[in-house]
């Protein structure tokens, strides 16, 4: 049941006429306290250690076993590790029920219907509950030859071990340039060709096309699928159902993938863990990195964690010996890395006094220009969307607030009319508080208003735009400029010519544990996508040369920034060194949960702090030796509340992104 007082399950009798359709697995309804709700049956029992009567089951929903028992386990898992409860999970875990699919489904496994047309669930025979893919069908992929990871030293042992059955664990750091979809294709074949399955998340779905393309050149068609959200349910739910049965081994999607019901598990794989699209919105607020992790550790599963930066936590693997690094030797860095200069370094300020200050100082608009005249793309990243994101007044420099809930406001066009960012309220006669004055100047510029800078600078040359409103994939390799916002920026053919980063203070200056990581992971994301040095690409970020993650940025040394970020974090006692826990509600419910949890005697009390609205934010650290005991005593007193019905809700995250 989804209160934490009832987070455990329940004995029912099962009727003579439901005894052959209630497998472990399937979707159940109940009657629970005079109601009639969903659930799932967990197991079949001869008996009973309840000593009061049973009621019997109402129905079985449907007869196909979604519920596979090592994803149950893993759910139960998830679930105590971010004091959350089972019910929650598995409505992660499992999609919503789409009959017609399933009714297509079973007609064609048993010959009598038609073959589906929009997923491979069709493509095999009867449904396996424990048998790999490759007994269902022709044999599998050949493991990928010694060429494979050749740039990396320890990149043929991962594909042996992975070959031969075993699980290696490894933090992969990976090259500029790299196609990291077809690295990933390979470490899956090998899996594949030791006879068992792999499950791979990516942060979004332009990620994921990349990795299906890969996938299907790697196994050829028909040996996997993919599970995102974007799908639609009937789509989602067939790819689901394919992987349920055994008709592929493997997975490949975004979060909604981690949970994927994959027979044999081989190898667990994330790329970019870092990204925060990998963090799960809903309760209870699970991170993909750390999902796959857990069942890796239950299954004896490989794991893969890899990226052009690296996190703190993917660092802490390292450090504790969980996993290994896997990184290319500094020459081979040195070679595919493109030339990367900042201009707030001295010899900069020395020819350029004004690069302090400039947004595009003269080094940056010589590089872009010298790559056009190369007929080779340039890409410019933003931090900020829209037109003019922030705007003050141009005659003291107050900043523009909205007269009725002082948000920011913004102009969404050179002849637009300021509007709030918040209410969207327009702001049409707005004066200045401070010296009545009426006009408007940018306090930050966004991704429009760049290109249309650059637009009048180069009018010779097509000026592309990819955000928000639209991502790009791919554009061509002829001369062009492409403005981005992080995330989005497209792949060039051939590479680009010149990559440069702007506004590094908007990334910066965030109130935010992770803004020096993020920040990082930003800028390499953009700078893997230039041409090596030999080729003419190069980087050019508008900061001082003197920060941290400005000079691993110019080392492309992830490794370095996420052993010093993962030491500071330790002297300061912030996650991953420890676990944290926020909880978040109205100060009185949240001083009443606190009162209710059996804290371990380690735990400290941090804050509050102001949360949004009239809520509030208190902070639970302790040693990651007591990471259970501090998510199972929340957990206890949320069942406390819960079974006193209390009016005011409290939301309980474990290691949070944002903590305050």
């Known amino acids: ?29 109940v009657r629970f306290a005079g109601q009639l709700v969903d659930g799932w049956l967990l197991e079949r029992a001869d008996d009973s250690g309840h000593t009061g009567r049973l009621a019997y089951l109402e129905k079985v929903v449907s007869p196909e076993p979604v519920l596979a028992p ?9 679930a105590d590790r971010y004091a959350g409860g089972l019910a929650d999970v598995l409505r992660l875990a499992v999609p919503p029920r789409h009959a017609r699919v399933e009714k297509d489904v079973r007609a064609a496994a048993a010959g009598t219907g038609p073959a589906a047309d929009n997923g491979p669930a069709a493509d095999n025979g009867p449904a396996a509950d424990n048998g790999p893919a490759a007994d269902n069908g022709p044999a599998g992929p050949a493991a990928p030859g010694p060429a494979a990871w050749r740039d990396y030293p320890a990149g043929p042992a991962l594909l042996r071990a992975l070959a031969g059955g075993r699980a290696p664990r490894a933090v992969w750091s990976a090259l500029p340039g790299e196609d990291w979809p077809a690295r990933y294709a390979e470490a899956v074949a090998a899996t594949v060709a030791g006879g068992r399955g792999a499950v791979v998340v990516v942060a979004d779905n332009r990620d994921l096309d990349r990795l299906d393309a890969a996938l299907h050149a790697a196994l050829g068609p028909g040996r996997h699928v993919c ?56 309760a ?11 069942r890796a550790q239950l299954g004896d599963a490989a794991a893969l964690v890899g990226g052009y930066t690296r996190t703190a936590e993917a660092q802490l693997l390292v450090e504790t010996g969980w996993a290994r690094e896997m990184v290319a030797d500094r020459a081979t860095v040195r070679a595919r890395m493109p030339a990367i200069a900042p201009t707030g370094d001295d010899p900069q300020l020395a020819r350029d006094p004004g690069a302090a200050t400039a947004r595009l100082p003269s080094l940056a608009w010589s590089t872009a220009r010298e790559a056009l005249r190369a007929d080779l793309p340039v890409l410019v990243q933003v931090p900020r969307r829209g037109y003019l994101p922030s705007v003050a007044c141009a005659e003291c420099r107050t900043p523009a607030r909205c007269p009725h809930c002082a948000g920011p406001l913004a102009l969404p066009s050179a002849e637009g009319t300021p509007a709030c960012r918040w209410c969207g309220r327009i702001a049409a006669a707005y004066a200045c508080p401070e ?26 040359v097509p000026v592309r735009t990819s955000g928000r409103e639209e991502v790009l994939a791919g554009v061509p390799g002829g001369a062009g400029l492409v403005i981005a916002t992080p995330g989005a920026e497209p792949v060039a ?13 908007a990334l910066l200056t965030r109130a935010d544990l992770r803004a020096g990581e993020e920040t990082l992971r930003r800028w390499l994301a953009a700078a893997a996508l230039a041409r090596p040095a030999a080729a003419g690409g190069r980087v050019v970020v508008v900061a001082d040369g ?18 010093r970020e993962l030491a500071e974090r330790r002297e300061l006692g912030f996650p ?7 909880v978040t509600g109205p100060p009185a419910a949240v001083a009443d949960l606190l009162a209710e949890a059996r804290l371990p005697a380690e735990a400290e009390l941090l804050g509050p702090v102001p949360a949004d609205g009239e809520r509030e934010r208190m902070l639970v650290r302790v040693p990651r030796a007591r990471a259970a005991a501090l998510a199972g005593a929340l957990h206890s007193a949320a069942g406390v509340r819960t079974a006193r019905k209390a009016a005011d809700p409290v939301r309980l995250q474990v290691d949070p992104l944002a903590l305050f």
Do not use: N
């Not at 090592?70 to 998830?78: I, P, Y």
């Not at 991953?576 to 926020?582: E, H, L, Y």
């Open 1 to 29: 049941m989804p209160l934490a007082h009832l987070d455990r399950p329940f004995d029912y009798l099962v009727p003579a006429e439901l005894d052959a359709d209630a497998l472990p697995g399937v979707r159940v309804k």
């Open 70 to 78: 090592e994803v149950a386990r893993l759910a139960r898992a998830v």
């Open 227 to 282: 599970l995102s959200a974007a799908l639609g349910p009937a789509r989602r739910y067939r790819a689901f159902l394919a992987a349920r049965r055994g008709d592929v081994a493997v997975v490949a999607g975004t979060r909604a993938a981690m949970f994927a019901p994959v027979a044999r598990l081989g190898l667990v794989a994330i790329w970019d863990d870092g990204d925060d699209l990998h963090a799960e919105p809903r």
């Open 284 to 294: 209870p607020y699970p991170h993909a990195r750390e999902v796959l992790l857990t």
């Open 435 to 460: 010296c009545g004055g009426r006009r408007l100047r940018a306090s930050v510029t966004g991704a429009r208003r760049t290109a249309e800078e650059l637009g009048r600078a180069f009018p010779d």
């Open 493 to 505: 053919e051939g590479g680009f010519g010149a990559v440069l980063l702007l506004d590094s203070w």
């Open 546 to 563: 003197a920060l941290a993650p400005v000079q691993a940025l110019l080392r492309w040394d992830a490794g370095w920034f996420a052993a």
């Open 576 to 582: 991953p060194a420890v676990r944290m826990a926020s």
